[in-house]
């Protein structure tokens, strides 16, 4: 089951009569275990898939499926895996709880550095040193498409629907990986060795060492690769109007279409044009509603939208910066479509997500850490995170 930390991989020629094999991807080559139940070498320790002993009814039966492997596997990545490793159950004593911490400490390090941080940069074709590959110029392009008579959305641009995924997830989660950072700075020293925890072997462990400034410089460069990814979306956009593909007048036609829809929607304000005429960029400008917390704002919201569109999908930034615990600092608007495939749907996603005032929790939407921790808290706090939010309103209009 892949993820953004890691890959699991599930295979079962007997299934569903037996369990499905499960094996772990994502361990640095077989030297790094985040879990002691995820060994290095990729074995994962599961009573329910019959690697590990456990209890009367705790074995697999062909009445499970799936679901109950990966909530298996879903549990065992808790805030504390410590307690994960037979015999440390209630380990309390002071040794124990400083141990607990260390561990935490190098799973946390090695998950921003191996399962985000080496992942992205090899989505992103991100160098040893830095340097990312330049994109060739708009002409270059048009005259590449022109001498070989291709269309822009062939197979040569095809591309796996889980990095799209990891990629937008890390738009949005880059503050709460940023926070991480620089809490974990405070608490270890750069260079500072990792601690062999007692159930660690030879072969089965987890070496190296922290280097949190290292990883802040990575992190920083995989947003700027995927900033420049975005804006490249509007050049590839700009050959397919010149190719004149179904894609780019499928836009075309929407755009016109919404656009004189929400003219006519007397409950919603909001303008809708292009950006120097592209089609693939939408310039949103939201008018936030009387009687709500975002009336008086005036809004400019970018919709990107990639030449692969609906498999790859859009992304979402705010010009204008909102104090909303769904907007990162940056302004990357976390939201979920109903219909993906349709760019209407987007544009009602996005209108929904910024005037909801009381969403249910949902800890996908946990993008802006300041903003989230105070709507989500007392009910002092959610005070202060609406006076925040209005504050931003009202600068919105200056």
């Known amino acids: 089951m892949p993820v953004l930390e890691g890959n699991v991989q599930i295979a079962g020629q007997y299934y569903p009569t037996s369990p499905p094999a499960v094996q772990a991807k994502t361990t640095n080559g077989g030297r790094t275990r985040f879990n002691p139940n995820i060994y290095a070498g990729g074995k994962v320790c599961l009573s329910i898939l019959g690697t590990w002993r456990g209890e009367p009814g705790e074995e697999w039966s062909s009445a499970q499926g799936l679901e109950s492997i990966l909530l298996s596997?879903?549990?065992?990545?808790?805030?504390?895996?410590?307690?994960n490793e037979p015999g440390f159950e209630t380990a309390n004593s002071s040794e124990d709880k400083k141990q607990q911490a260390q561990y935490v400490a190098k799973i946390r390090h090695e998950t921003l550095r191996l399962s985000i941080i080496e992942r992205m940069e090899g989505y992103l074709g991100i160098h040893e040193d830095g340097t990312i590959d330049d994109f060739p110029p708009l002409e270059t392009e048009m005259r590449?498409?022109?001498?070989?008579?291709?269309?822009?959305?062939?197979?040569?641009?095809?591309?796996?629907?889980?990095?799209?995924?990891?990629?937008r997830r890390f738009l949005w989660y880059y503050d709460s990986y940023i926070q991480a950072i620089t809490q974990a700075e405070r608490e270890v020293r750069e260079n500072q060795a990792f601690t062999k925890m007692p159930f660690e072997g030879h072969t089965n462990g987890m070496e190296g060492k922290f280097n949190y400034p290292e990883l802040r410089k990575r992190m920083t460069i995989i947003m700027g690769a995927l900033r420049r990814e975005t804006s490249h979306w509007a050049n590839e956009g700009m050959v397919q109007v010149r190719k004149e593909t179904s894609?780019?007048?499928?836009?075309?036609?929407?755009?016109?279409?919404?656009?004189?829809?929400?003219?006519?929607?007397?409950?919603?304000?909001?303008?809708?044009?292009?950006?120097?005429?592209?089609?693939?960029?939408?310039?949103?400008?939201?008018?936030?509603?009387?009687?709500?917390?975002?009336?008086?704002?005036?809004?400019?919201?970018?919709?990107?939208?990639?030449?692969?569109?609906?498999?790859?999908?859009?992304?979402?930034?705010?010009?204008?910066?909102?104090?909303?615990?769904?907007?990162?600092?940056?302004?990357?608007?976390?939201?979920?479509?109903?219909?993906?495939?349709?760019?209407?749907?987007?544009?009602?996603?996005?209108?929904?997500?910024?005037e909801d005032t009381d969403p249910p929790y949902d800890p996908r939407t946990l993008v802006h850490p300041e903003a989230s921790k105070l709507h989500w808290g007392t009910a002092e706090e959610k005070k202060q995170y609406n006076r925040l939010l209005r504050r931003a309103v009202q600068r919105s209009m200056e």
């Not at 879903?74 to 307690?83: A, G, R, V």
């Not at 590449?144 to 990629?167: G, N, T, V």
């Not at 005429?277 to 310039?283: A, D, E, I, S, T």
Request: aromatic share 12%; hydrophobic share 35%; glycine share 2%.
């Open 144 to 167: 590449l498409r022109d001498e070989f008579d291709e269309e822009p959305d062939d197979s040569q641009s095809a591309f796996e629907p889980f990095q799209d995924l990891c990629k």
């Open 247 to 354: 894609l780019a007048a499928y836009l075309e036609r929407q755009v016109q279409h919404i656009a004189e829809q929400y003219k006519k929607n007397d409950s919603v304000t909001m303008d809708i044009d292009l950006e120097k005429q592209n089609p693939f960029v939408w310039v949103l400008t939201y008018f936030g509603r009387p009687m709500t917390q975002l009336d008086g704002g005036m809004f400019v919201i970018k919709l990107s939208i990639s030449p692969r569109f609906p498999e790859e999908q859009p992304r979402v930034f705010f010009e204008t910066r909102l104090f909303h615990h769904r907007i990162s600092k940056d302004g990357m608007l976390c939201y979920f479509p109903r219909r993906p495939e349709d760019i209407k749907s987007h544009v009602q996603a996005i209108v929904e997500a910024i």
């Open 73 to 83: 596997i879903q549990s065992l990545m808790s805030s504390n895996p410590y307690e």
